[in-house]
């Protein structure tokens, strides 16, 4: 695995304190392959068809800031 589709060292819990239940971390670990590999495909093929790598960037971050808490 290289570095730019690393795992987070450590999940933090809202308290700031490690999520630990190793279930919870597989969970994690397999949603984050799972969104490293959408957003890379969507990514490649947006770029693949003319879209300008900065401004699909921009895309991707802005779909990231509108995701909605389910605590709000």
Known sequence: MSSENAQP??????????????????VLRENHEE???????????????????AAMRQILIDVVNTLRSPHA
Do not use: H, Y
């Open 35 to 53: 969104v490293q590999t959408v957003l890379q495909d969507a990514f490649e093929d947006a770029v693949l068809m003319g879209v300008d790598e």
């Open 9 to 26: 060292a450590m999940w933090p819990q809202r308290d700031g304190t490690p999520v630990s239940c190793r279930d919870k971390l597989l």
